[in-house]
């Protein structure tokens, strides 16, 4: 494929269109106009057609785009085309939702360890993955060519343990605590702030109230 | 305060801006050059005076923010300064995660009822409250003023489940399942699509390594 620059707003919609092209996919669908996924997406097929072009010549006029192969083209975008190992830091409820969704593995994020401070869950384990010590947390990234550290802890250990990281190998951290880290450049950060979202809802109930109110 | 239109991505920005301005109020900081709140948020000064500007007249020169009433005056915008009754659809580990999480109370947002279909949930209580059957869903929303319900249920059942609370009186759902809900413009969804922000960590990790691979 053409390597092109796109843009970060682009980018931020793929996750999207790789999981509607996904459940084209596994519908049997192998092809779709630009119309057709605009009325499935609540997009403009307008917008579909800008943000598709991105990737030169996967759409064909009067045939549309090819399903599977767009499907796997922004998958290998995404990275999805690779295995990538991960660990959970955490293992309080959040950590153990999110060990428990075995759905990540089908996008190539494999599980390989949960790790804690508390003593009374070493040992436990979570879809045959069990449970360690935070003491071993360095040797073990070593070891299994762990790419991603998720962090599910309380945001004052979350700056200590991101710390400890960033001379491991670690090449990203998905963080749950509700705390910017700052880190080097190597390190990518994704921040999952929920509070914040939670908010940005309340604002837009507040405005839509606001804005119906009888007068 | 002057009511104007503030633009999308301000609005987005405005939880971060609380956040750290409550953090300043926890450690009784009283006021804060837009210099200071720069270095500490890792944004431009610039960038901070014409966030807070849309306010209107919050900063004074030489004298720098007023922490406490920028933090309840964003706070009033976000819709902070009422309280918002919620309840969780859902009852396992995600949902479970996020009815102990409770932080959330000391924004306004106030755990009301959790739901579940399981039978064998039904009046175990989380941080004291009760996990309820789906059939007492509507009634129970109607009688304790419920605003926002919170998805944590598979994707499958999440579009039944907005359907069903399309003429509830609900304002906003926070949505876990990876799925859009299509809901009458009165209820506003806010998407947590934990997978895509998945993705765009390994999108990202995959493009620095592209940059700065060896040759």
């Known amino acids: 494929m053409e390597e092109r620059e796109i843009s970060q707003a682009v980018i931020r919609r793929l996750p999207r269109y790789y999981r509607y092209l996904g459940e084209l996919l596994a519908n049997d669908v192998e092809r779709i106009s630009s119309n057709d996924l605009s009325k499935r997406m609540h997009v403009t097929a307008s917008q579909i057609r ?12 009067g045939y549309g785009y090819n399903v599977k192969y767009l499907h796997t083209e922004i998958g290998k975008i995404l990275g999805l085309d690779v295995n990538h190992n991960f660990i959970i830091i955490g293992a309080g409820n959040l ?57 599910t802890i309380p945001k004052t250990k979350a700056i200590e343990v991101a710390e400890m990281l960033s001379d491991t190998g670690i090449k990203g951290i998905w963080n749950f605590a509700h705390t910017d880290l700052h880190l080097p450049e190597n390190i990518i950060v994704e921040n999952v702030h929920l509070a914040e979202s939670l908010m940005r809802l309340s604002y837009e109930v507040g405005r839509y109230d606001e804005e119906h109110k009888d007068i």
């Open 50 to 61: 800008q943000d598709l072009n991105n990737f030169g010549g996967f759409g064909q006029q």
């Open 95 to 151: 950590g153990q939702a999110l060990a428990n969704y075995a759905a990540f593995e089908n996008s190539g994020f494999i599980l390989k360890g949960i790790f804690d401070v508390n003593p009374r869950l070493e040992g436990v384990t979570i879809r045959g993955v069990p449970i360690r010590m935070m003491e071993e947390l360095k040797e073990f990234i070593a070891e299994n060519n762990i790419e991603i550290a998720v962090l």
